[in-house]
C-alpha cells in the first residue's frame, strides 16, 4: 500500500468514525428518553394501582427472560443482537441437569473415602438410579409469560407504555454496545494506519535524501 492509498484510507476512516459518533450520540439520547418515559409511567401506574400493587411482590419465582442478547464477532469488533420470544411459549426447565450434576458431586465426596469395593458398588448403582429418575422430570417444560400480566389481566395503560418503554430502552442499550464497540475498532483501525503513514513517509524521504546526495556527487565528479 502506498501513501495515497493510505491517505484516502485514513479520510475514509475518519469520516466513518464520525457518522457512527453521530449515530451513537442520537441513540444515547434515545435511550435517555425512553428510560426517562418508563419510569414516569411506572410511577402514573403506581399511583393509580397503588404502591404495593406495583413492585417485586408480584414477581413469580421461575421467571423465565423473554430478551437475550446473541454476541457475532465482524470484522474485528464484536456486534451484539437482541433477541426477543414471543409470551407463550414453552420452555425446557434447566433444574433436571443443575439435580444430576449435585449428585455427582456428592458421589465424588463420598468415593473418595475409604470404603469397601461392595459398598462403591452399592453407592454406583443407587446413584445411576436416582440420575435416571431426575433424566425422566426434563421433560417437564415452563411458559414464557408477559410480565405484565405478573400485576394483573386488567392493567392500566401508563403501565403498558412503560412496558413499552423499557423494552424500547433494552433495544437501544444492544445498539449502543455494538456501536461503540465499532467505535473503538475505528479507532484502533485509525491509529495503524497513522503509523504506517508515519512510517511510508519516513522511507520516502529517505529515498529522496539518497537521491539528492547521489546528484551532489555526480555533480562534484
Known sequence: MDLSAVCQKLDEVAVGFFEILEELTERKMRFQEDLREGFFSLSKARYSMGSRSVGSLQYPTNMKTLASVQVSDSNGSCTFCAERRNPGKTAEVQEGNDQIASLERSSDNQVRKRK??????????????????????????????????????????????????????????????????????????????????????????????????????????
Request: include cysteine; charged fraction near 35%.
Open 116 to 221: 469397601t469395593n461392595k459398598e462403591v458398588d452399592d453407592d454406583s448403582s443407587s446413584l445411576e438410579d436416582r440420575i435416571q429418575d431426575v433424566s425422566l422430570d426434563d421433560d417437564h417444560t415452563a411458559v414464557y409469560q408477559d410480565p405484565i400480566k405478573w400485576f394483573g389481566i386488567l392493567v392500566p395503560a401508563a403501565l403498558r407504555q412503560g412496558q413499552k418503554s423499557f423494552i424500547q430502552a433494552v433495544d437501544q442499550s444492544v445498539e449502543i454496545a455494538s456501536l461503540q464497540n465499532r467505535l473503538t475498532a475505528l479507532q484502533h483501525e485509525f491509529q495503524e494506519l497513522m503509523k504506517l503513514k508515519k512510517k511510508l513517509r519516513a522511507n520516502k524521504e529517505s529515498e529522496t535524501d539518497e537521491q539528492g546526495v547521489s546528484e551532489e556527487c555526480r555533480e562534484q565528479t
